[in-house]
């Protein structure tokens, strides 16, 4: 009984035929699967998705300051995304004065909207498959250079003739490991303004107590505007800019959702890899993430130990120890979800079974074991690549290091700065956000697990001797942070004022620290990583191509590459475990279920308490309550974060911003039982503007459907 429980279980996941809701489509292309589309109730055609001859939803969706997504939902180029896709800009016009991490922030009106230096998005003007024109003049009997050099050739060709006398830029992108190139025309604006944001303890409610679960109740989304020059165009931030108007904005639907719902997704997934190796996914989950686990949860305790201490240090330290913590528990539910679903032996199944379908077929015969023997090959490059990750470029001072180096010059013997303006703003940005005290406890931990766990091989001889001499990490890590130049803010903004000679620069310990592990990462890990990572994708190339042959019957999607994708699926609940089950949405009842005021990620402002209280929640409520988050199984990734939900209709009615922990392996193996994605009800972020931010001058610009 156990065993045919399991073979069920096991036939449920992805391969080799895909499931229902899996996939992230390419957006030019959904006209192939527009009929699946309206089969699960969507009402518009493939030219309201994408068009290249009418304004068409992706004209409302950008790809948001590089990592997230975002949508514009009016006419004046408002766009929403999440909370922690803004947290940086957030933070950077925080203080312990203006705390708007803590409180919050709101403009009031246009003249209030706070400009942020380093924020652009951008929207996908088109794409096309370009692979005939990448590829020409290519010949198989060609080696891999002369294909890399052809291919290099002719992108750099497409791109300048399409970007010619325009203002976009343009990348070509390759989709299975090399089996396709598409073109991606983009329109990137720079000035793009902070408009408001709820308090963290509504927009990050919850915290990292929360993160990747459910049920949820986080608020997560903040609201910026896209300004342009008066012609509408691109331009760096001036006072003279004006709202951007776009050519197409989202409404939103304020008439709620229900289970069974049609749900599409539309945004920028970073990445998975869907297509790997059973042994890929083992080192995975049996070895890079229980190891970058172990390093961060140490990481994690140091920095909170601080942080609970002082306030200033939790504002400093907030935005890091999000990011680090994110990966983190991210790893944990995909390390869990590719046991629990058994992916590996389900891989090793489909490998022998097309070996033996390769078996006649010279082109794929040799193939999984030539990447079998690859990734043996593989292993200790990319172990200690992951520990040059996570236990040294981790390391606050090291890293920072390396970036006061970059702007160092040799000029006729003498070592000076190459661009004092800049490096002046990155040094007064570094320490800002900088507490000695966490980064030398962190060293000490991290550093301590390198050398307990790497190959005496990839440790720097620099390294060895500081340890030896001063006996012990700890010892070194005094010294350390009490000779380096760079730690204290005053000594190392000094370094500005010398304009005669800074070699003395490279005697710093900090410095010598970065130049020790890079010259071992670059001499004695990098090359070997990279090289074989090149034959690995080279035989990728193959075994997906194989991989299409042999599962005729299969629909392919490329993996997410940070390009504008379609997932759709339905609002659904799941089941966690035997005898549980999630409904797929939450409400307000729950944010007053788990207030604390002793829990830090549960305590929300007085304000919601009166709020609730007085159970005004006009428009916005729904059966007696607000409802806050939902659950659906589109499938999605890390970038899709600040991405529309849309409708049947094709409006607005959440923003994703999670995935359900026990899902995580989507990345690497869709489940259709377990995969669920978390968006915010657009009712919630409608009710927060105007009941507690009392922002309605955001809600007029608007355009809402009841
Ligand atoms: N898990 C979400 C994502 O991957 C949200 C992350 C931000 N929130 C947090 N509590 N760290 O990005
Ligand atoms: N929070 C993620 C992001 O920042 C989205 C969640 C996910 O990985 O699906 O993109």
New binding site residues.
Partial sequence: MRKFLLIVALSMVSFPTLHADEGMWLPSLIKERIQDLRKKGFRLSAEDIYSINKASMKDAIVHFGGGCTGEVISDKGLIITNH?CGFESIQSHSSVEHDYLRDGFWAMKMEEELPNDNLSVKFLVRMEDVTGKVLKSYNNKMTEEERKMIIARNSAGIIKEVTKGTTYDATIESLYYGNQYFLFVYETFYDVRLVGAPPSSIG?FG??TD??MWPRHTG?FSIFRIYADKDNKPAKYSESNVPYKPKKHFSISTKGVKEGDFTMVYGFPGRTQEYLMSKAVSYISDISNPHKIRLRTLRLETQKSYMEKDQAVRIMYASKN??V??AWK?WQGEAGGIKRLGIIERKRDYERRFNIWAENRPEYRGVISGLDSLYVLLEPYSFANDYNNEAIKSNEIITFAGTVLSYIKNEDGKFLISNRDTLRVIMEDFYKDYSPAIDKACFISLLGEYRKNIEAKFQPGYFKAKISEFGGTEGFADYLFNNSILVSKSAGMSILENTTDLSSLFKDPAVEMFLAFTDIYSKSIKPEYTRINNEITLLYRIYMKGQMEFSSDRTFYPDANSTLRIAYGKICGYSPADAVYYKPSSTLEGIIEKDNPLIYDYNIPQKMREVYKNQDFGPWGSNGSVPVCFLADNHTS?GN?GSPVINKKGELIGIN??RVWEGTMSDVAFDPEMCRNISLDIRYVLFIIDRYANANWLIEEMDLNK
């Fill in positions: 922690h990050k915290g990292d993160n990747w997560d999000a990011n913590a994110n991210k890390g974060s911003f999670d």
